[in-house]
């Protein structure tokens, strides 16, 4: 067993609870590499970064879930599947807390894990294409006019929404961005997309679900607008009127490591969404 480490200094600061994870690994016996932004900090042993496949069995993440989604990419090109350690907010993708660290590196050596598999979508707007674990966002750029997104889906219209903007979201990224946007909560087990519009101008506009196996196609109408394109939160790049963004299924999926330890999709989301509910004074 060979394990990689990317840490968000953001989130671990000091670099205690790396420190700490690092230190359980080699009690255990388990190999380590360490992403290279901290290399320096740990001399003498080995490095990676997002240029490099590395060879490692798993990718352990030190932050929340958008330390994740940094990695996501590569753990999917790579086909290394992700163990989340939770430094963050949410924590709807890791699998565990830091005072778990001991117990899940006993797992991870005795390999008593499974793994599961996320949707990734893959998405082009004509600057390249790109891939998302959660969503890819058509936003109204700053002080743009309101656009008018005409939406397909194998070459049938579904609607046109004059709205801020419109999220295509993988059942992973349905707790997220479209969730706030008043998206469906979807079940990580559904081969299902989200599409969900943004502060729509109607009343009849409503999130829609579809299968994950269609392609999805957003055209920027209207005058004088201009769009932002994200992935993940990152902006891609922007679509003036005319541009055309296509949306479907990405050939790599992105793994997460579970343990018999962890807590499934439903504990976690009723945990979450009651967290959510109080406001901190």
């Not at 420190?19 to 490095?47: P, Q, S, Y």
């Not at 949410?90 to 807390?97: A, I, V």
């Amino acid at each position: 067993m060979r394990a990689g480490i990317f840490t968000n200094l953001y989130k671990d600061t000091d670099l205690s609870v790396t420190r700490l994870l690092v230190e359980t690994l080699d009690k255990n016996g388990v190999d380590w590499l360490i992403h290279r932004d901290v290399g320096g900090v740990f001399a003498g042993n080995a490095v990676f970064d997002e240029t490099t496949a590395a060879d490692i069995d798993v990718l352990i993440t030190l932050g929340g879930d958008g330390t994740i989604l940094r990695i996501a990419e590569y753990a999917a090109r790579t086909k290394t599947p992700i163990l989340g350690i939770n430094l963050g907010f949410t924590g709807f993708l890791t699998e565990c807390e830091p005072e778990q660290i001991g117990a899940v590196i006993r797992e991870l050596g005795e390999r008593s894990f499974h793994t599961e598999d996320r949707t990734l979508l893959r998405a082009d707007f004509g600057e390249g294409a790109f891939h998302a674990l959660n969503d890819v966002v058509v936003l109204r750029d700053g002080q743009s006019r309101m656009p008018e997104l005409e939406v397909e889906i194998g070459g049938e219209l579904v609607d046109r929404y004059h709205c801020d903007g419109f999220i295509v979201s993988t059942p992973t990224g349905s707790t997220a961005y479209s969730l706030s946007a008043g998206g469906p909560i979807i079940s990580p087990h559904a081969r299902a997309l989200a599409l969900t519009p943004i502060t729509p101008h109607s009343l009849h506009s409503r999130p829609l679900v579809v299968s994950e196996d269609e392609q999805i196609l957003v055209r920027i109408g209207g005058q004088s607008v201009a769009t932002v394109i994200s992935a993940d939160g990152a902006i891609k790049g922007t679509l003036p009127a005319g541009g055309v963004l296509r949306v479907e299924k990405s050939a790599y999926t992105v793994s997460f490591v579970r343990l018999g330890t962890g807590r499934g999709f439903y504990s976690k989301l009723l945990s979450k969404l009651n967290k959510w509910g109080m406001t901190e004074r």
